[in-house]
């Protein structure tokens, strides 16, 4: 029996409109603990809305270069947890032997990137040293296809019209058609479900895709995107200085500012036909 939706929580609030107070239901975005373990060792606790959790755990795996592809996961499984507080709340990936990673170095690795923020040239550094291959230079989308992908996203966001509190990332091919979309309140989490998503499908690299994202496209975005073989990325809001300097080295194609018939080229604008 399909179990209950955990990503929309349910509360009593007080709303004043115009000088009246009154009691109304209001839904809220949830958000709860994932943790992601390979085998029995623990390798990260993100917060995130539940629901895609192994796309979730798949993507997160995939675009740290922590497997170099799909053919290097054993299994994903979702676990009860430790206590009815963590149900739900675990992922365990088992990994072919030769993919196992040294636990020390992950350790050191993600205790710098959480407490520097990856910032500046040794960010761009680590990316560089993952041999990551530049995007499909062949690639083209026009001009008139990209600004009509940020209402299919917003008419798509299920979630988010429920509860106005959630970020999506969605992948479209070149004719605008949507493949996915997947929501979080994490922006980085929703990017790493729907690579996850594409990586569990086979259809990784995306080389002919284009990725789009609420909010703002930030540095996590735009490495993630590389590593999936994205062409493409737009955001309806502003991206990063590092973001953009990743884009420019690694020849991404990095849109922000994608509104209305308005947009903004920061990097590969002769991917864009008529932009």
């Given at each position: 029996m399909p179990t209950k939706s955990r990503s929309v929580d349910l509360t009593q609030v007080s709303e004043w409109d115009d000088g009246k107070l009154s009691r109304k239901d209001d839904y809220l975005a949830a958000?709860?603990?994932?943790e992601i373990r390979?085998?029995?060792?623990?390798?990260?606790?993100?917060?995130?809305?539940?629901?895609?959790?192994i796309e979730l755990a798949a993507g997160f795996l995939f675009t740290e270069g922590l497997v170099p592809g799909r053919e290097a996961i054993q299994s994903l499984d979702t676990d009860q947890g430790d206590g009815a507080e963590n149900r739900g709340?675990?992922?365990?990936?088992?990994?072919?032997?030769?993919?196992?990673p040294d636990f020390e170095k992950l350790r050191r690795h993600f205790f710098a990137n959480s407490s520097c923020g990856i910032c500046g040239k040794a960010s761009i550094d680590a990316v560089r040293s993952r041999t990551l291959r530049a995007p499909n230079p062949e690639f083209r989308l026009d001009a008139e296809t990209l600004v009509k992908?940020?209402?299919?996203?917003?008419?798509?966001?299920?979630?988010f019209g429920r509860t106005g509190g959630l970020h999506a990332a969605a992948l479209f091919t070149a004719r605008g058609e949507m493949l996915v979309l997947r929501e979080d309140i994490g922006r980085h989490n929703a990017v790493d479900k729907v690579i996850g998503w594409a990586l569990l499908e086979n259809?990784?690299?995306?080389?002919?895709?284009?990725?789009?994202?609420?909010?703002r496209g930030g540095f996590e975005i735009v490495q993630k995107?590389?590593?999936?073989?994205?062409?493409?990325?737009?955001?309806v809001s502003?991206?990063?200085?590092?973001?953009?300097?990743?884009?420019?080295?690694?020849?991404?194609?990095?849109?922000?500012?994608?509104?209305?018939?308005?947009?903004?080229?920061?990097?590969?604008?002769?991917?864009?036909?008529?932009?």
């Open positions: 958000e709860e603990p994932l390979i085998g029995d060792d623990p390798l990260s606790v993100t917060m995130r809305t539940p629901g895609h959790d709340n675990l992922v365990v990936a088992r990994l072919k032997p030769d993919a196992a992908l940020p209402e299919l996203l917003r008419a798509s966001q299920e979630t259809h990784v690299p995306l080389a002919d895709l284009v990725l789009l994202v609420s909010g995107a590389i590593a999936a073989g994205l062409p493409v990325v737009a955001s502003a991206p990063s200085g590092l973001a953009v300097r990743l884009a420019r080295e690694l020849g991404l194609t990095l849109v922000g500012f994608l509104r209305g018939r308005r947009f903004v080229i920061y990097s590969g604008a002769e991917r864009i036909a008529g932009g």
